[in-house]
């Protein structure tokens, strides 16, 4: 059985997404032409959760939509012959807007490129940025986060866990090892 180590516990997520949250407010000058796209599936509940602080903060509501990336991927054929596809919900126009695409650990950068990719396909955003929970390095591709919740240096070997009450029943953030 794998040695795991609690990084993040509720409390520490919820001071997280707070920050991040008043990092895409400064950073875009305020929500007006925000938009935010989670990647399935923990990357959605933590785009609502951002929206909501956003909403508190700023009174204003900034869109949320839903990416599935299944058919974007590069490794699609290395994960099953049968992928589990979900359904992409944007339901209003990214146009010329910032795009914050949201997910929960950012690793070799292909789930952020096939969110690119998936994003690209339904318009022309004036720019995209990326929120993470965790940047675990080991970039395979050269992609960066523009808003971190921490960055957790680790083993290739190594797996981080971001549990979400919406899938998991609690909101923490686990490092599994050998």
């Known amino acids: 059985m794998a040695k795991s180590a609690l990084l993040m516990d509720e409390r520490t997520m919820q001071r997280a997404i707070i920050r991040i949250s008043h990092e895409i407010i400064e950073r875009n ?25 956003i909403k508190a ?21 290395h994960k099953s012959e049968q992928p589990t ?11 010329d807007k910032t ?3 949201v997910d929960d650990v950012l690793f070799t950068g292909r789930t952020a490129r096939a969110g690119m990719d998936a ?11 990326f929120a ?7 970039r395979e591709l050269p992609i960066r986060a523009d808003f971190v919740g921490k960055n957790v240096p680790t083993a290739r070997i190594e797996r981080i866990r971001v549990n979400v009450t919406e899938y998991d029943g609690e909101n923490s953030v686990v490092l599994y090892g050998e």
Request: with cysteine.
């Open 119 to 129: 994003l690209m396909d339904m318009g022309r955003p004036q720019k995209i940025q």
């Open 85 to 95: 596809v979900n359904s992409t919900s944007v339901p209003f126009s990214i146009v």
């Open 29 to 53: 000058n305020g929500c007006e032409s925000v938009v935010l796209a989670g990647i399935r599936r923990r990357g959605v509940p933590l785009a609502w959760r951002i929206a909501e602080v």
């Open 132 to 138: 993470v929970m965790i940047d675990r390095g080991h």
């Open 57 to 77: 903060v700023e009174g204003t509501t900034v869109p949320v939509g839903e990416l599935d990336i299944t058919f974007y991927r590069d490794d699609l054929s």
């Open 99 to 101: 795009v914050v695409m």
